[in-house]
């Protein structure tokens, strides 16, 4: 089975796990920097309690300090993708390197010609960018003064960054996406919103109000983005895999359908242009008073996406009672277990079929084309001599893009392309460790920064590429 003609394989990464060199060449911190090597970055940062995170005396490794030294080798590193036969790649754009408090009236032309030399190398290799504007990362000043996205005028800094980015690389980019995981927000506040509590707060009401400036900061995006170039696509982007009932159960598959909502309520007002109804009571329900004005509702129904793109690593489960449910982690959150699943070969549950239903879902909700643009096995590989034999990982990719492919050819799911997540070795986000590694293409560090750096193909990227060479017969 087969994509059809101009299917975009590709790959993904994003800043801050990548290109290290933090302070170089005028960039200042983000709030990522902050984030150490340990167990507890997914956690909300109180600050009025003790916490590990923004503790100036902590002497802890930082990853993204320095992360794989991208903003050195990305000719090497495009060249091998160049090899890989890839015409596609997902990368995201640092907004402190760009605006390095957030607030300069002029941006940092070194920031600038950073990425104008990535986008000079794909299209030496004719490969497709597609560019996240903010994965993860606001400049720290923004968290400092602003509580970050809490705030509203993060809206009109974020718009004037993005717009001078579109204007900069009018023409060279077609595919924006100008948030990473939106309703990741709702899941690790300081990572998705750069956002800080104090313990009397009510959380809810700050995270939500934040989702709703980012909505709004995306809709001013498509609006000034159009207006520099009509033929720009956007996308929304959500984490996403279909929430399971637990059992038949009419309150285990009530309780199902009320998560699911929850998770694609930013996405639903990014096709809709409107808040869903449910929000009323949600909201009342929950002591959530949003501020959204009148002409919010009107920016936000004028500029809605082009297209849905998401991630996609495993599916989740819930019931209406979980007590004495076994629960395992899936991406950003705790999930119940399902006892369906085999025994997975990373720390989520493996659900490829899962992707095909996720695909259907998203298809039939929002008749937009997809994007799959973050898939991938985050494990430890075994380096043997020279070679990496990370056939779990080939296992993996192999399941979920058959899945793909039937939800293309069988289906009749709109998608636009495949992007593998963590193409390159990188350090991941809630561990920080590079040792959770997601790469057709290995990078020799190790979690606290030691090593050559050496790139090295694994056996997954002669497999992979065999699967773009055949539009994806060969997998
Ligand atoms: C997604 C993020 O949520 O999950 C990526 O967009 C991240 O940035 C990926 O790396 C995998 O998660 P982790 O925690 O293994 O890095």
């Given at each position: 089975?087969?994509?059809?003609?101009?299917?975009?394989?590709?790959?993904?990464?994003?800043?801050?796990?990548?290109?290290?060199?933090?302070?170089?060449?005028?960039?200042?911190?983000?709030?990522?920097?902050?984030?150490?090597?340990?167990?507890?970055?997914?956690?909300?940062?109180?600050?009025?309690?003790?916490?590990?995170?923004?503790?100036?005396?902590?002497?802890?490794?930082?990853?993204?300090?320095?992360?794989?030294?991208?903003?050195?080798?990305?000719?090497?590193?495009?060249?091998?993708?160049?090899?890989?036969?890839?015409?596609?790649?997902?990368?995201?754009?640092?907004?402190?390197?760009?605006?390095?408090?957030?607030?300069?009236?002029?941006?940092?032309?070194?920031?600038?010609?950073?990425?104008?030399?990535?986008?000079?190398?794909?299209?030496?290799?004719?490969?497709?960018?597609?560019?996240?504007?903010?994965?993860?990362?606001?400049?720290?000043?923004?968290?400092?003064?602003?509580?970050?996205?809490?705030?509203?005028?993060?809206?009109?800094?974020?718009?004037?960054?993005?717009?001078?980015?579109?204007?900069?690389?009018?023409?060279?980019?077609?595919?924006?996406?100008?948030?990473?995981?939106?309703?990741?927000?709702?899941?690790?506040?300081?990572?998705?919103?750069?956002?800080?509590?104090?313990?009397?707060?009510?959380?809810?009401?700050?995270?939500?109000?934040?989702?709703?400036?980012?909505?709004?900061?995306?809709?001013?995006?498509?609006?000034?983005?159009k207006e520099i170039n009509p033929d720009t696509q956007f996308g929304a982007m959500l984490a996403a895999g279909k929430t399971y009932?637990?059992?038949?159960?009419?309150?285990?598959?009530?309780?199902?359908?009320?998560?699911?909502?929850?998770?694609?309520?930013?996405?639903?007002?990014?096709?809709?242009?409107?808040?869903?109804?449910?929000?009323?009571?949600?909201?009342?329900?929950?002591?959530?008073?949003?501020?959204?004005?009148?002409?919010?509702?009107?920016?936000?129904?004028?500029?809605?996406?082009?297209?849905?793109?998401?991630?996609?690593?495993?599916?989740?489960?819930?019931?209406?009672?979980?007590?004495?449910?076994?629960?395992?982690?899936?991406?950003?959150?705790?999930?119940?277990?399902?006892?369906?699943?085999?025994?997975?070969?990373?720390?989520?549950?493996?659900?490829?079929?899962?992707?095909?239903?996720?695909?259907?879902?998203?298809?039939?909700?929002?008749?937009?084309?997809?994007?799959?643009?973050?898939?991938?096995?985050?494990?430890?590989?075994?380096?043997?001599?020279?070679?990496?034999?990370?056939?779990?990982?080939?296992?993996?990719?192999?399941?979920?893009?058959?899945?793909?492919?039937?939800?293309?050819?069988?289906?009749?799911?709109d998608l636009i392309g495949y992007m593998m997540w963590g193409i390159i070795d990188l350090t991941s986000v809630s561990e920080g460790?590079?040792?959770?590694?997601?790469?057709?293409?290995?990078?020799?560090?190790?979690?606290?920064?030691?090593?050559?750096?050496?790139?090295?193909?694994?056996?997954?990227?002669?497999?992979?590429?065999?699967?773009?060479?055949?539009?994806?017969?060969?997998?």
């Amino acid at each position: 089975m087969q994509a059809q003609t101009g299917f975009l394989w590709g790959g993904a990464i994003s800043a801050a796990q990548t290109e290290g060199n933090y302070l170089a060449d005028g960039r200042k911190m983000s709030n990522f920097d902050y984030l150490p090597l340990n167990d507890q970055r997914l956690k909300p940062v109180y600050l009025d309690q003790q916490h590990t995170i923004l503790n100036p005396e902590n002497k802890e490794i930082y990853p993204s300090r320095t992360a794989i030294d991208f903003y050195h080798t990305f000719k090497e590193d495009i060249k091998l993708l160049s090899e890989l036969g890839i015409n596609s790649f997902r990368f995201s754009i640092s907004w402190s390197r760009i605006f390095p408090t957030g607030e300069e009236n002029g941006p940092n032309q070194k920031g600038l010609n950073f990425y104008d030399q990535i986008l000079g190398e794909l299209e030496k290799y004719q490969i497709e960018p597609i560019v996240t504007i903010s994965h993860f990362d606001l400049p720290f000043h923004l968290v400092e003064k602003y509580n970050g996205w809490q705030n509203r005028k993060v809206v009109d800094l974020y718009v004037h960054y993005a717009k001078t980015i579109m204007t900069y690389f009018k023409g060279r980019i077609k595919y924006w996406i100008p948030f990473n995981e939106m309703n990741m927000v709702l899941h690790i506040p300081f990572i998705g919103g750069g956002i800080t509590f104090n313990s009397k707060e009510n959380p809810l009401q700050i995270q939500y109000q934040a989702g709703h400036h980012q909505l709004l900061a995306n809709a001013l995006t498509i609006k000034v983005g159009k207006e520099i170039n009509p033929d720009t696509q956007f996308g929304a982007m959500l984490a996403a895999g279909k929430t399971y009932a637990y059992t038949c159960d009419p309150e285990d598959v009530f309780a199902a359908l009320k998560s699911e909502r929850e998770n694609l309520l930013f996405s639903d007002v990014q096709v809709f242009g409107e808040y869903p109804k449910f929000t009323a009571n949600f909201f009342e329900e929950n002591h959530i008073q949003l501020n959204v004005t009148e002409q919010d509702k009107h920016i936000l129904k004028e500029n809605t996406v082009d297209f849905v793109s998401f991630s996609y690593y495993s599916s989740a489960c819930t019931s209406a009672n979980q007590d004495g449910l076994e629960k395992v982690a899936t991406n950003g959150f705790m999930t119940v277990k399902n006892p369906y699943l085999p025994e997975s070969t990373s720390v989520w549950q493996n659900d490829p079929l899962g992707l095909r239903i996720t695909l259907n879902q998203l298809y039939d909700r929002y008749r937009k084309p997809l994007f799959i643009v973050e898939n991938g096995l985050g494990t430890q590989d075994v380096l043997q001599g020279q070679k990496i034999d990370d056939e779990y990982r080939i296992e993996y990719l192999k399941g979920h893009i058959q899945n793909l492919l039937l939800a293309l050819n069988e289906d009749g799911v709109d998608l636009i392309g495949y992007m593998m997540w963590g193409i390159i070795d990188l350090t991941s986000v809630s561990e920080g460790r590079i040792s959770k590694r997601y790469g057709v293409i290995y990078v020799d560090l190790d979690d606290e920064g030691n090593g050559t750096g050496n790139r090295l193909k694994k056996a997954s990227y002669d497999w992979y590429q065999e699967v773009v060479k055949t539009n994806g017969a060969a997998a």
